[in-house]
């Protein structure tokens, strides 16, 4: 079966547009997540969906930053006003009920120029 | 200090040579993953262990709980494990990663 994808694989944008991030996770996956992984650091966290409730959005690192979700699939990352300090790559993971075990998109990197 | 973190940070051996990457970690975990980044930056998960010890081909993750120390040994290394190896602890809805560990094995 299909694992989580995301798109577009690439993006580069220009300082202060906006700019919408696509996650499909694996079908049946109750959970998704969003992290963040600037070039040579370490990943972080941003958000934490189950089903399309946020339960934990405290990685968020500002308010130009906002994502969604459709029922148990599709999400979207979403950052409006974009800035430099915004380039990374962003990856989701999905997981199942009952699993710890998460699998991971291959990203999405951006570049804010 | 971070929460998470791993030794070394960067490790290189010869082909065949047996491995060892350490995490520790100062939080309350429910689980402890290893993961797998490939140098084109997709991430596999390699483990999930709250307790004892896993084995999966020549890999091997073990974890402390009381010591709150978690090891990954690769045995017989070869050029194709050469990534980088992250660890991140879980407690409810979010993981927390170390930096992670380059390893390049040479052939």
């Known amino acids: 079966g299909a694992g989580v994808s995301q798109s577009p694989s690439n993006k580069v944008t220009e300082k202060g547009k906006d700019v919408e991030l696509r996650c499909d996770p694996i079908?049946?996956?109750?959970?998704l997540y969003w992290y963040r992984q600037r070039l040579g650091q370490g990943l972080e966290f941003l958000i934490y969906?189950?089903?399309?409730?946020?339960?934990?959005k405290s990685g968020l690192p500002s308010d130009r930053f906002s994502a969604e979700r459709t029922g148990e699939s599709v999400s979207t990352l979403t950052i409006q006003r974009t800035q430099q300090e915004d380039s990374a790559v962003y990856l989701c993971?999905?997981?199942?009920?009952?699993?710890?075990?998460?699998?991971f998109g291959p990203g999405t990197r951006l570049t804010v120029t | 200090k971070n929460e998470v973190e791993q030794s070394p940070q960067n490790l290189t051996a010869q082909e065949g040579e047996f491995i060892t990457i350490n995490c520790s970690y100062s939080v309350g975990i429910s689980a402890l993953h290893w993961l797998q980044q490939h140098p084109g930056g997709g991430i596999v998960s390699l483990f999930m262990?709250?307790?004892g010890k896993k084995k999966h081909g020549r890999l091997i993750a073990t974890i402390n709980i009381q010591e709150k120390h978690s090891s990954l040994h690769i045995t017989a290394s070869h050029p194709r494990d050469s990534a980088v190896y992250i660890c991140?602890?879980?407690?409810?809805?979010?993981?927390?990663f170390g930096e992670g560990t380059q390893l390049t094995v040479n052939p």
């Open positions: 079908s049946g996956h109750t959970a």
């Open positions: 969906f189950q089903g399309n409730s946020a339960p934990d």
């Open positions: 993971a999905s997981r199942t009920r009952g699993s710890g075990e998460q699998y």
């Open positions: 991140a602890v879980g407690g409810g809805s979010r993981l927390t």
């Open positions: 262990l709250s307790s």
